[in-house]
C-alpha cells in the first residue's frame, strides 16, 4: 500500500511532500527503511519498482518494510525534460510544501526556494529521523537509494550529513543503525581530493576488466574543478555542522557504507539533464 505524507520541516512552516510504501514480511530481524531518491524527471513512483524484491521468495525470509520517496518539487513544477513529474496525483503546493529552484537544485544541497536557512539535506535529515523512530516496530536497518540526479544527492549527502553518521556509527546499540547508501549512474561526483584520472588514460584493459592505474595517471586539478559539488573545496557553510573540515568530511566518506553501482557509457544527453560543464568532464568525458 501506498500514503502520502506531508512531514514537516522545523523551522520553515513548510512540509516535504513524501511517498511512502510499507508491507509486512515473513522474517528477519527488525524494519528495513528504504528511502529513495529520484531524478531530476520527478518519476517519484518508479520506487514502486524495488519494492518485490523486498517481500522475499522461494522461502527468503525478509523484514517487515518501510519504503519512502521524497518529493523535491521544481518550482516551475517540471521534469527536466519539461513533463509533468509523476507524483501520484499528489498536487505540490509552494505556499504550503518546500520547493527548489532548477532541475537539479535539490541534488547538491541547495537551499529551498521558499526557505532560504533550509537546504534538501536538512529536509532529508528531517525524514531520515521521522522514518527512523516511527511507532510500531524498530527500525534495524536504513538504505538510502539513488540514481541520477538522486546519485548526485545521497552520496553529497552521506559526506555532510551528522543526522546519517550518527545513526550509524552510535556507540549505543539500542541508536545505532544498519546505515548503507548505494548510488549510480550520476553525472558528476563528489571527489575526496583533487586529483583526476587524465582524459587519455585508458581505464579497462582489453578484457573490460579493470587494470591497476598508476600514479602517474592522475593529473592535479584546479580549484574550479574541486569545488563543491564535484569536490570538497569551497563547500557552502550552510552545509557544515560545527567542527567540520575538509579532512572531518573525507573520513566521513571512507567510514560509510556506501555502493557505487558502475554504469559505462552514461554519457546519453537527455533533456539537458547531463552535466557537460568543465569540473563534471574533467571527472571523465565518456562516462561517470
Same mark, same amino acid.
Given at each position: 500500500m501506498n500514503e502520502i505524507v506531508f512531514l514537516p520541516v522545523a523551522g520553515t512552516g513548510l512540509a516535504l511532500p513524501v511517498v511512502r510504501w510499507s508491507g509486512g514480511g515473513n522474517?528477519?530481524?527488525?524494519? #528495513?527503511?528504504?528511502?529513495?531518491?529520484?531524478?531530476?524527471?520527478?518519476?517519484?513512483?518508479?520506487?514502486?519498482? #524495488?519494492?518485490?524484491?523486498m517481500h522475499g521468495g522461494g522461502g527468503a525470509l525478509s523484514p517487515r518494510w518501510e519504503m519512502y520517496a521524497p518529493i523535491f518539487h521544481a518550482a516551475g513544477g517540471a521534469g527536466d525534460d519539461g513533463a509533468a513529474p509523476d507524483y501520484g496525483g499528489v498536487a505540490v503546493d509552494a505556499r504550503a510544501h518546500l520547493v527548489w529552484r532548477g532541475a537539479a537544485g535539490y541534488a547538491a544541497g541547495h537551499a529551498a526556494a521558499n526557505a532560504a536557512g533550509t537546504s534538501s539535506f536538512d529536509a532529508m535529515d528531517a525524514l531520515v529521523m521521522h522514518a527512523?523512530?516511527?511507532?510500531?516496530?524498530?527500525?534495524?536497518? #536504513?538504505?538510502?537509494?539513488?540514481?541520477?540526479a538522486g546519485a548526485q544527492f545521497a552520496t553529497r549527502y552521506a559526506a555532510v550529513s551528522r543526522v546519517l553518521e550518527a545513526y550509524s556509527s552510535s556507540s549505543s546499540s539500542s541508536s545505532r543503525r544498519d546505515v548503507r547508501v548505494v548510488a549510480g549512474s550520476a553525472s558528476s561526483w563528489l571527489y575526496l581530493d583533487a586529483r583526476r584520472l587524465r582524459i587519455d588514460h585508458a581505464a579497462h584493459g582489453a578484457d573490460g576488466a579493470t587494470?591497476?592505474?598508476?600514479?602517474?595517471?592522475?593529473?592535479?586539478?584546479?580549484?574550479?574543478?574541486?569545488?563543491?559539488?564535484?569536490? #570538497?573545496?569551497?563547500?557552502?557553510?550552510?552545509?557544515?555542522?560545527?567542527?567540520?573540515?575538509?579532512?572531518?568530511?573525507?573520513?566521513?566518506?571512507?567510514r560509510s557504507n556506501l555502493t557505487i553501482v558502475l554504469v559505462r557509457d552514461d554519457n546519453a544527453v537527455s533533456g539537458g539533464s547531463l552535466d557537460t560543464s568543465p569540473p563534471a568532464l574533467a571527472q571523465c568525458r565518456s562516462h561517470r
Open positions: 522474517g528477519g530481524d527488525g524494519k #528495513l527503511v528504504v528511502i529513495v531518491v529520484h531524478g531530476v524527471k520527478r518519476r517519484v513512483f518508479e520506487a514502486a519498482s #524495488l519494492i518485490p524484491p527512523l523512530a516511527g511507532g510500531g516496530e524498530a527500525a534495524a536497518a #536504513l538504505r538510502v537509494v539513488g540514481f541520477s587494470a591497476e592505474i598508476a600514479a602517474d595517471a592522475f593529473c592535479e586539478q584546479g580549484r574550479a574543478s574541486n569545488a563543491w559539488k564535484y569536490g #570538497l573545496d569551497a563547500i557552502p557553510r550552510a552545509l557544515l555542522s560545527a567542527g567540520d573540515t575538509v579532512e572531518t568530511i573525507r573520513a566521513r566518506v571512507l
